[in-house]
């Protein structure tokens, strides 16, 4: 009995202690909804909406470095999806699968893994879960998904020019093919 009374005692101090941790973490309680980046100048390089994306190459799943500016001049857009390959991932894929790829014949669709590690593991997980119609980057030291600030989900559209028209994370796919219907 003893035992159990102080069991549930410390229990209890637990509960009231773990809200209070939390609540000392946060820098604001009462945060406002500005929106805090820097301004945006179109055109300039970067990563944000109406900048001009900031070039890279990566290999993908069958050993083809594939450098991102020269995929503008032969697609009317290049759309990247930061993929882990996860249930969440599948359905996404499969929606742009389904919808959205074949809508755009002249849009340039690319898988981004940033989870394997290596292409040889990415070339399996690709294929492992049916993706082989689709191209996959392999960015085996995260390092476009750090340019990007990208994380699973995110959709990154740029146009012909090269120019961000959506960095955003996959939610239903209406903003995407909204994006994509728009481009010239």
């Not at 500005?34 to 945006?40: E, F, N, S």
């Not at 070339?123 to 600030?149: C, K, M, P």
Request: charged content about 15%; proline content about 4%.
């Amino acid at each position: 009995m003893f035992f159990s009374r102080m069991l549930s005692r410390k229990l209890s101090a637990v509960l009231v202690f773990i809200p209070l941790l939390v609540l000392a973490g946060c820098d604001d309680l009462n945060p406002s909804s500005a929106d805090l980046r820097a301004d945006v100048v179109p055109g300039s390089d970067g990563v944000q909406v109406e900048q001009k994306a900031l070039d890279f190459t990566l290999s993908d799943t069958l050993y083809t470095d594939v450098t991102l500016s020269s995929e503008y001049p032969s697609a009317d857009a290049v759309v990247l999806y930061f993929t882990m390959w996860c249930p969440i991932c599948d359905s996404h894929m499969s929606y742009m699968r389904q919808y959205v790829v074949t809508n755009y014949p002249n849009v340039k669709f690319y898988f981004v893994d940033y989870v394997t590690g290596s292409v040889s593991a990415s070339r399996q997980a690709q294929q492992s879960n049916g993706y082989t119609d689709f191209d996959v980057l392999v960015d085996t030291n995260h390092a476009i998904q750090e340019l990007y600030n990208a994380t699973m989900g995110t959709v990154i559209v740029m146009d012909s020019n090269g120019i961000i028209k959506m960095n955003e994370d996959f939610k239903d796919g209406s903003k995407l093919q909204t994006v994509l219907a728009l481009l010239p």
